[in-house]
């Protein structure tokens, strides 16, 4: 098995080559995931904002506000934590050391704990739920407080049968998993 260092480039080589087909499933997975009972009941919504390789968000965000759920985006903070503040909007987002839109820090603006997070990665296990993310540790530093509910988004390129990956004690597995074929692993 190869390291998490080890796994994560070729997982990127992987993911850029599946981008046409990962976003083909986009649709799939946001209409499998606002039938699901935890999207339903969820008052606020946690979620990126994704990048080229990754299912799009904007249709998320955009499904969230359709439905009046408050919607809120991660930023990272100092020491590997993240906060959740509210979408000011497309165009208001910044851009992080990391490329990724965020909103701007406002310290009384800070959601502890969406009803609701989409949590972002670059592969998952359907065996036990967990998921190796783009290295930095934010949402599993979060997570590991978070009592609310976790769902991903996985289309075919992300979907592994068991980790492929060494699993950390830190590591948090995912709630609930939904797959561009409908089904939803809980």
Known sequence: M???????????????????????????LLAALVQTPMWQRAHSIGVTVS????????????????ANKAVYLPRVMPKRQMVFLPDPGKDKLITSAFGIPEPP???????????????????????????IGFGGGYYDRFLTTYRGTTITLVPPVMAFPQVAWPVEPFDVPIQTLILANGDVIV
């Open 51 to 66: 990048g080229p390789f990754e299912v799009p968000t904007e249709p998320i965000i955009q499904a969230a506000h359709d």
């Open 105 to 131: 820090y406002q310290a009384d603006q800070i959601h502890a704990a969406p009803d609701l997070i989409l949590v972002p990665g670059i592969g998952f296990s359907l065996a036990d739920k967990y998921r």
């Open 2 to 28: 190869p390291s998490k260092a080890e796994f994560r480039p070729l997982q990127l080589k992987r993911l850029k080559a599946a981008q046409k087909a990962t976003q083909a499933a986009s649709a799939a």
